[in-house]
């Protein structure tokens, strides 16, 4: 990220959704990111719940997080977009031990690119790490079509706290990117005569706001674990 287009004092304000099947392990995800706890008793989530965390970054930007955990269970899908709405990042995990869950985030992904477009940076998360010797979704097939829809991959596990905190922090790098990606491209819009379609609001204040940052669509191949 070029060190000039952020300084000391630039804070952003993002939304983040997680989106998956039941027991994939969102809530664990977010509660070790945002809590730093593990409960392998955790019930389902129902519908929805939301945290927030604030980070700084390397580069000096300041940025809090807005995360959307929602429920997995097949009667609460059609209540996706209330949630994903608005959304500036995306992470969609299955657990690497059930296949049914990786082709079910392959749904997500095709409703996301269908209602946000290019708006919303998506990330594939393969959660269970731990479970490696039950493994059944192969690597390099998750990581391959994670390139073949412009998603960045991750492999996590949330009970060993494997690369949970280098999920969320290179989400937050990339909607940042894509922000300034999109900020240069309406700016050269704006000089043609032309409205961009969205526009940054870089926060003097972190307010909790769903609005501010508008990120553009990642297509850089990344996987980790």
Same mark, same amino acid.
């Given at each position: 990220?070029?060190?000039?287009?952020?300084?000391?004092?630039?804070?952003?304000?993002?939304?983040?959704?997680?989106?998956?099947?039941?027991?994939?392990?969102?809530?664990?995800?977010?509660?070790?990111?945002?809590?730093?706890?593990?409960?392998?008793?955790?019930?389902?989530?129902?519908?929805?719940?939301?945290? #927030?965390?604030?980070?700084?970054?390397? /580069?000096?930007?300041?940025?809090?997080? /807005?995360?959307?955990?929602?429920? &997995?269970?097949? +009667?609460?899908?059609?209540?996706?977009?209330?949630?994903? +709405?608005?959304?500036?990042? $995306?992470?969609?995990?299955?657990?690497?031990?059930?296949?049914?869950?990786?082709?079910?985030? =392959? /749904?997500?992904? =095709? *409703?996301?690119? +269908?209602?946000? &477009?290019?708006?919303?940076?998506? #990330?594939? $998360?393969? /959660?269970?790490?731990?479970?490696?010797?039950? +493994?059944?979704?192969?690597?390099?097939?998750?990581?391959?079509?994670?390139?073949?829809?412009?998603?960045?991959?991750?492999?996590?596990?949330?009970?060993?706290? *494997?690369?949970?905190?280098?999920?969320?922090?290179?989400?937050? *790098?990339?909607?940042?990117?894509?922000?300034?990606?999109?900020?240069?491209?309406?700016? !050269?819009?704006?000089?043609? &005569?032309?409205? &961009?379609?969205? !526009?940054?609001?870089?926060?003097?204040?972190?307010?909790?706001?769903?609005?501010?940052?508008?990120?553009?669509?990642? #297509?850089? !191949?990344?996987?980790?674990?």
């Amino acid at each position: 990220m070029s060190p000039s287009l952020v300084n000391s004092t630039t804070q952003y304000n993002f939304k983040v959704v997680l989106l998956g099947e039941g027991c994939v392990g969102k809530t664990s995800i977010v509660l070790r990111y945002v809590e730093d706890k593990f409960n392998p008793q955790h019930i389902s989530t129902l519908q929805a719940s939301f945290l #927030t965390k604030k980070i700084n970054l390397d /580069n000096g930007a300041k940025v809090q997080l /807005n995360i959307w955990d929602t429920a &997995g269970q097949e +009667r609460f899908h059609a209540l996706g977009p209330i949630y994903y +709405r608005g959304s500036h990042g $995306a992470i969609l995990v299955y657990d690497i031990t059930d296949e049914d869950s990786f082709q079910k985030v =392959k /749904n997500w992904v =095709k *409703e996301l690119k +269908r209602m946000l &477009g290019s708006d919303i940076v998506l #990330t594939i $998360a393969g /959660n269970k790490t731990d479970l490696e010797n039950e +493994r059944t979704v192969p690597f390099e097939d998750a990581l391959d079509y994670a390139d073949s829809v412009g998603a960045y991959y991750f492999e996590t596990s949330a009970k060993a706290n *494997e690369n949970i905190e280098k999920l969320f922090t290179e989400l937050t *790098e990339f909607m940042i990117e894509h922000v300034q990606q999109s900020n240069q491209q309406n700016q !050269r819009s704006a000089l043609n &005569g032309q409205f &961009g379609q969205r !526009r940054l609001i870089v926060e003097d204040s972190l307010d909790g706001s769903d609005d501010a940052g508008a990120p553009v669509n990642g #297509t850089t !191949r990344s996987c980790c674990g």
